[in-house]
C-alpha cells in the first residue's frame, strides 16, 4: 500500500530543491567545498505537456488544496542548515503527569541500543508496573489481546499483551495505527471505539521486555511491522510541570551525492548565555534497515524534548562539521546537512 522503500529518496528530492541542500555549516580540516544538489530541481519543476493530437484543448488550473507534507516542507525550507516550525503533534501522550511522559533516550527508535539489539520500532516508556495506559487519539481497536497466535511484530510474543488502535486518515488521508506493547493488563476489546485519553490498560513486562514499560509503536499507513516511523515525531513537544516547555529537533545528514548517513555518531550540545556548555546528548543516526522517517520530514535523526536554548551540533565525517541554533519553546527544529 505504501512505498517505504522509496520513503527517504522522495522526500529528500522534495526537501533538497527548498534548501539547497549547500554545505554552509562550519567546517573544519580539509578546505571547504560547496556541494549542491541543483540537478534534482528538474525533477520538481517538470511537468507533463498536453496531448500533442488535441491541439484545440485548453488547460485550466484549479486551486489545489495544499497538504500536510507542502505545509511542513514549506515551513522548514529556510535554506539554511536549521529552520524551526511550530510543531502540534497529531498524538498525545499515552501517560498524564505526574507519571512519567518522557521518552526513554537510551534504546531510541531506529537504533540498535549499545549495538547489542534488534533495531527499535518502536520507543518505550519507563512507568512502573501497573500505571494507567491511555489512548492518544479516538480511533477503532482493531486488536487486544496477547501476541503469541500471529506476526504482529518480529516474532510470536514479541509484544506479549498488546493494544492496537487504529486513527482513520488522521494524516493526509492516510491511516495511523498506534501499537501499545508489554501491557500487564488489557481494558478494552477489539471492535471498541475509544476517545482519547480513554485507558486502554496498564504497564507491565509481557512479551520479550527487560522490565516495565510501555513500548509504543506508529505504523503509518499500513498496520505492519515494516512500516513504523518514529512516534517522537507524531507527539508535541512535552510540557508538563515537571519539564517546563521543550522543543524537538529532527534532521537529516547526507553525503555529497545525496545518500543518508546511517548510524553516524553525532554530539549536541545545550549551551548557556555564555556559550559554555550545560548538557551534552551522544546519539546515532538512524540504522537503515526496517526503518522509515516521518512522511513529511525524510529525516535520520531525531531527539525529543529537549529545553529550549542555545546549541551546538557537531558531527565528525573526514573533518568536523557544526552548526550552531537556537531552539525555541513548542518548535521541531530541523538540521539538514550535507557532508563532504
Known amino acids: 500500500m505504501r512505498f517505504f522503500s522509496a520513503t527517504l529518496i522522495l522526500i529528500f528530492i522534495l526537501m533538497v530543491p527548498l534548501s539547497g541542500c549547500v554545505v554552509t ?10 556541494t549542491s544538489l541543483e540537478d534534482d530541481q528538474e525533477l520538481i519543476s ?30 522548514l525550507s529556510c535554506g539554511e542548515n536549521f529552520c524551526q516550525t511550530d510543531w502540534t503533534g497529531w498524538l498525545a501522550r499515552p501517560f498524564t503527569y505526574p507519571d512519567r511522559e518522557r ?22 516508556f519507563p512507568n512502573p508496573h501497573g500505571t494507567l495506559i491511555h489512548a492518544s487519539a479516538q480511533g477503532e481497536v482493531i486488536y487486544a489481546g496477547t501476541d503469541d497466535e500471529g506476526f504482529i511484530g518480529p516474532y510470536n510474543n514479541f509484544y506479549g499483551n498488546v493494544v492496537i488502535i487504529r486513527h482513520p486518515g488522521l494524516f493526509n488521508g492516510e491511516d495511523l495505527y498506534a501499537l501499545y506493547g508489554h501491557l500487564s493488563s488489557i481494558e478494552v476489546s ?44 507524531w507527539f ?32 549536541l550540545q545545550k549551551l548557556n548565555e555564555n556559550g559554555q556548555v550545560e548538557k551534552t546528548y551522544y546519539f546515532m543516526t538512524y540504522a537503515q534497515e526496517g526503518t522509515n522517517p516521518h512522511p513529511a520530514l525524510g529525516e535520520n535523526f531525531t531527539l525529543p524534548d529537549l529545553p529550549p536554548g542555545d546549541y551546538r551540533l557537531s558531527f565528525v565525517a573526514g573533518k568536523l562539521y557544526e552548526v550552531f541554533f537556537t531552539l525555541d519553546p513548542g518548535m521541531l527544529g530541523f538540521i539538514n546537512l550535507c557532508v563532504n
Open 236 to 267: 508535541s513537544p512535552l510540557t508538563n510541570q515537571s519539564t517546563g516547555e521543550t522543543g524537538s529537533l529532527a534532521g537529516i545528514i547526507v553525503d555529497r551525492y545525496g545518500n543518508p548517513v546511517w548510524e553516524a555518531a553525532v554530539t
Open 190 to 233: 477489539q471492535g471498541e471505539h475509544i476517545g482519547i485519553g480513554d485507558i486502554l490498560g496498564r504497564v507491565g513486562a509481557s512479551g520479550v521486555a527487560g522490565g516495565s514499560h510501555l513500548h509504543f509503536e506508529v505504523r503509518y499507513g499500513l498496520n505492519d511491522y515494516a512500516h513504523s516511523t518514529n512516534p517522537v515525531l
Open 25 to 34: 555549516a562550519r567546517s573544519y580540516g580539509l578546505p571547504e567545498q560547496e
Open 103 to 124: 521518552i526513554d533516550l537510551t534504546y531510541p527508535y531506529a537504533s540498535t541500543g549499545d549495538g547489542s539489539l534488534a533495531i527499535h520500532h518502536g520507543v518505550e
Open 46 to 75: 517538470s511537468t507533463a505537456a498536453l496531448p500533442g493530437d488535441s491541439i484545440n484543448q485548453v488547460a485550466t488550473s484549479t486551486p489545489c488544496e495544499i497538504t500536510e507534507i507542502e505545509k511542513i516542507v514549506e515551513a
